[in-house]
């Protein structure tokens, strides 16, 4: 199993709901991360997960909270987002500090807010 | 600051040679060159690393400088399918900051 899966693929929602994001991966990958990525803009790193840790935090306002419950499992939590919130979400995994990063992207999960 | 350069589009005919080129002139010597590739909408794909000998898998071949200041991906036979934005990164060894500069965009015409 070589692939990181995401869910949903798509959600839209207002800016008082609250809601989370899922990504997970089988290939015992010990890092994971969240990338944001806008139209036509290249992907930027949110948050990144190493051995179950917060590693990087991009200064990434507290509406979008992550959570790595276990090594297979990354969430990312959203509350009371704004409008300009709204792009692709991109989860990825590898398999952590090393040379062979050969990370793995998930499909993302398209996000609406309205 | 931009770790890598790369043109902003590139076009190429279907069935020839597609070079992509990056240059890194501030690349540290224990920092690799990775290229990743995304089609539109979908998850970025990785194609190939090296630090400084040139590599080739199934995909793609990477040719490095000497000095390691540039590189540049091939895409040996282009094809339709291989139109996509190409990412080229430089990234520290043991180190998970993986961030993506502006890209090329790659159309790959009949």
């Known amino acids: 199993d070589t692939e990181v899966t995401q869910t949903p693929k798509h959600l839209v929602m207002g800016m008082t709901n609250k809601k989370s994001l899922k990504c997970e991966q089988h290939m015992g990958h010990r890092a994971m991360y969240w990338y944001k990525q806008k139209a036509k803009k290249p992907p930027e790193l949110m948050f990144v997960y190493s051995y179950e840790k917060l590693s990087i935090n991009e200064s990434v306002p507290s509406r979008f909270s992550p959570e790595c419950p276990n090594s297979s499992l990354l969430n990312l939590h959203l509350h009371a987002l704004q409008p300009e919130d709204s792009a692709l979400y991109l989860c990825?995994?590898?398999?952590?500090?090393?040379?062979?990063?050969?990370?793995?992207f998930g499909p993302g999960t398209r996000l609406t807010v309205l | 600051d931009a770790k890598t350069t790369q043109p902003t589009s590139m076009d190429c005919a279907e069935g020839r040679a597609a070079n992509l080129p990056c240059n890194h002139s501030?690349?540290?010597?224990?920092?690799?060159v990775y290229w990743y590739r995304q089609i539109h909408s979908q998850g970025p794909q990785y194609i190939i690393h090296?630090?400084?000998n040139n590599e080739t898998n199934e995909m793609a071949s990477l040719i490095i400088t000497e000095d390691r200041k540039s590189s540049t991906l091939i895409l040996p036979h282009a094809t339709l399918r291989d139109t996509a934005v190409y990412y080229c990164?430089?990234?520290?060894?043991?180190?998970?900051?993986?961030?993506f500069g502006a890209g090329t965009r790659l159309t790959v015409k009949p």
């Open positions: 501030t690349i540290s010597g224990n920092e690799y």
């Open positions: 990164i430089v990234r520290v060894a043991g180190n998970n900051d993986m961030r």
């Open positions: 990825a995994s590898s398999q952590g500090a090393g040379e062979a990063w050969s990370g793995f």
């Open positions: 090296g630090l400084k």
